[in-house]
Every structure is written in C-alpha cells, then in structure tokens.
C-alpha cells in the first residue's frame, strides 16, 4: 500500500511569488490535513479537509489556503510568499476526521523563500 | 490554555541504555494521547496512541505510559539503538462538541551515540 505523496519534495521561490504544494493521500483515506513545521515552533496545524470540504482550520492568514478533489487528493497554496514561511510543509492523511484517528504523513515539502 | 510540554529539550545516551521522555499537558478535554518520532528532514510516524482509558502500551522497544489524573505521559525506550536519533513529539487530542484538535509539544531531541 502507498503511503502519502508530497510534491515537490524541494523548492526555491522569492518574496512576492506564490506557490502550490500537492498532497496524496493513502488510498481509501478521506482527510488530509496540512502542516507548517519551523524549528523551534513545532508543528503548526493549517487546515484539515474531508470530503472535499474544509473541516478546520488553523491561525494562518488568508494567504494560505487549500482544497482537496474529489479523488481526495490535496493542495495547498501559499500566495504573495515572506520569508518566514519557510519551513517544511507536511501532508496527513487519516481515513476519518485526523484529529480523532490515526495521522500518517508525507516526507514534506521543504520551502525556502528568498 | 491547553498546552503540551515536553522534557528534556534535547537527550544524548549511548547506545545500549535506556531512556524516558516526559510529557505533561494541561488539555482539557481530553480525548488521546499520542506520541511521534519523526526523523531529521522527514515526516513524522506514530508510535502509539492512547486513550483516557489505556495507561500502558507498547510497540516493540517503546512503551508509553498515561497517568490521565495527574496529565502525565512517559515515553520509554528500551536498549537505544543509533537509528532512534530521532525528535520524539507528544500530541494530545481534545473533543469539545464537534470541535476536534491536536495539541503538538515540541518535542525532544535524541541522539544516540555509539
């Protein structure tokens, strides 16, 4: 069985740009949450979908958001990038809600913004 | 405030002994207890997950304990090997009605020396 699929696993963008991360889960798996890790301040929750719909959602701004489609794959996108977004972007899937059951993760996805 | 703390910061042992990591919440209410090992650059994978009822339980050479009454949990590791170096995160799951969250510590560091 697959496990979750972050792309890309690495990537370089400037202040200003904007980018898209992509997320797929475990197959049979129908939430996937999003998550900024930087050192020193853990793990960050951003938001979590299920079913193609937003089910929460962490204190980020506006400049960050996310999908999911109905294969239940996920994106999130981060627009009008700063540099303290920089950090590693991690992807669970759960099968139910992932607050309530188990969270298997992606290698993330590592940001850097100049 | 519902917060996850963690202790030691970071741990250096030589491979062969054992450790334990504390974790102390003040999450209320509670739903499980769960703890993480995520190595260097990857993403994180479950170790155990407990709940209120469960205040032992084991997989393989990692047993982690739950005393619900004092909001206390133990992380022990038993005849370290090198490929435990690894950041170990506790992360303590609340219901409250239809609001579901995870609490992230953030975590403690260990590294094991031949």
């Known amino acids: 069985k697959a496990g979750v699929t972050q792309t890309p696993r690495y990537l370089i963008k400037t202040r200003g740009q904007q980018v898209t991360l992509s997320c797929s889960p475990i197959?049979?798996?129908?939430?996937v949450s999003w998550y900024q890790q930087t050192p020193g301040q853990g793990l960050q929750f951003l938001f979590e979908y299920f079913s193609e719909t937003q089910r929460n959602k962490g204190n980020f701004p506006g400049r960050f958001s996310g999908r999911q489609f109905s294969n239940s794959r996920s994106e999130m996108n981060v627009s009008t990038l700063e540099l303290g977004d920089s950090a590693l972007y991690l992807c669970a899937s759960s099968w139910g809600s992932g607050n309530a059951g188990e969270l298997f993760f992606g290698e993330g996805s590592r940001l850097t913004v100049l | 405030k519902n917060q996850v703390e963690q202790s030691p910061q970071s741990l250096i042992i030589l491979e062969g002994k054992n450790c334990t990591l504390q974790c102390n919440y003040t999450v209320s209410p509670f739903s499980n207890l769960r703890w993480y090992k995520q190595d260097t650059g990857r993403g994180p994978v479950s170790l155990t997950i407990m709940t209120f009822s469960e205040n032992t339980k084991s997989n393989g050479r990692y047993t982690a304990t739950l005393d619900a009454d004092t909001k206390q949990s133990s992380l022990h590791i038993t005849a370290s090997q090198l490929s435990d170096s690894a950041s170990y995160i506790c992360v303590v799951g609340m219901i409250a009605g239809n609001n579901r969250k995870l609490i992230w510590g953030l975590g403690t560091s260990l590294a094991v020396n031949p």
């Open positions: 197959s049979g798996h129908r939430s």
